[in-house]
């Protein structure tokens, strides 16, 4: 029984989702969704090689920059409340330095590559092992961004 047939409309060229036995629903189960990477327009899950591929959401493979972010520390804008961080306003920031402030005060530099409705995901740079990391959040700990 065809249960999703609005995927061959919608995202034309991706196979059919399989179900997992033994859960309720229909056909017998959940969807498991095409893996990261192949451009199918899902969200990356990992760094490459675990559980998929940093990706745009077109396919294109998106790495760590090259060398280490600004060596500066930009400031706080005054006036910078404790509202929830809009995912179209930190979008501008994608493939860009953004200086990442937290809801429990840390800080440090990101380089987003993925922005979903509730979280981000790219690389964030650690100084004392001086390499970038594939890194996730929830929009809902950042207090405050700024993206160059």
Do not use: K
Not at 41 to 51: A, E, L, S
Not at 65 to 92: L, N
């Amino acid at each position: 029984m065809n249960v999703y047939p609005f995927y061959r409309q919608i995202l034309p060229g991706v196979q059919q989702p399989e179900f997992f036995p033994g859960f309720p629903g229909m056909g017998g189960g959940f969807p498991s969704f095409p893996p990261t990477g192949t451009g199918t327009g899902f969200p990356p899950f990992g760094p490459p090689g675990i559980g998929g591929s940093p990706s745009d959401g077109f396919g294109q493979q998106q790495g760590p920059p090259s060398g280490p972010p600004p060596s500066f520390i930009p400031q706080e804008s005054p006036g910078v409340g404790t509202f929830a961080v809009d995912p179209g306003g930190i979008r501008r920031c994608l493939h860009r330095f953004t200086f990442i402030r937290l809801t429990n005060g840390r800080s440090f530099w990101y380089f987003p590559v993925f922005v979903g409705q509730r979280s981000i995901a790219g690389w964030r740079w650690r100084p004392r092992q001086n390499r970038w990391e594939y890194f996730g959040i929830d929009l809902n700990r950042i207090s405050s961004f700024s993206c160059f």
